[in-house]
């Protein structure tokens, strides 16, 4: 299983304030840039995603997203449990026992 560190996901009211705020601050760019979601890119390399907690993606603050380079899911222990899963865009997540959620996202 070949995966990386690919986001952390912050709440943001304004996520096109936000996205501007953090781009500008640490010279990132801006990959999308909407009120409820919001993308931004720090050295190519280094993705931070902003959403609004009222929207439609529970990705809430402190997440963390990896990537796979390939579509199969991670053999996780038990401490993991599934969650979501939204395979047509490539996502699904997992909650610790403490409830923090990590997601994965299959890179082409």
């Not at 996205?19 to 801006?30: R, W």
């Not at 840039?33 to 720090?42: M, T």
Request: one cysteine or more; proline letters at 5%; hydrophobic letters at 35%.
């Amino acid at each position: 299983m070949n995966i990386a560190f690919y986001a952390v996901n912050l709440a943001s009211s304004d996520c096109k304030e936000s996205a501007n705020i953090y781009s500008e601050t640490f010279q990132g760019k801006i990959i999308v840039c909407k009120k409820q979601h919001a993308e931004i890119i720090l050295d190519d390399k280094i993705r931070i995603f902003f959403d609004s907690l009222e929207g439609h993606c529970p990705a809430q603050p402190g997440n963390l997203t990896f990537s796979l380079n390939r579509a199969k899911k991670p053999d996780l222990p038990a401490f993991f449990q599934p969650e979501y899963s939204f395979i047509e865009k490539g996502y699904f997540s997992y909650r610790d026992k403490y409830l923090n959620r990590i997601w994965f996202y299959y890179r082409e």
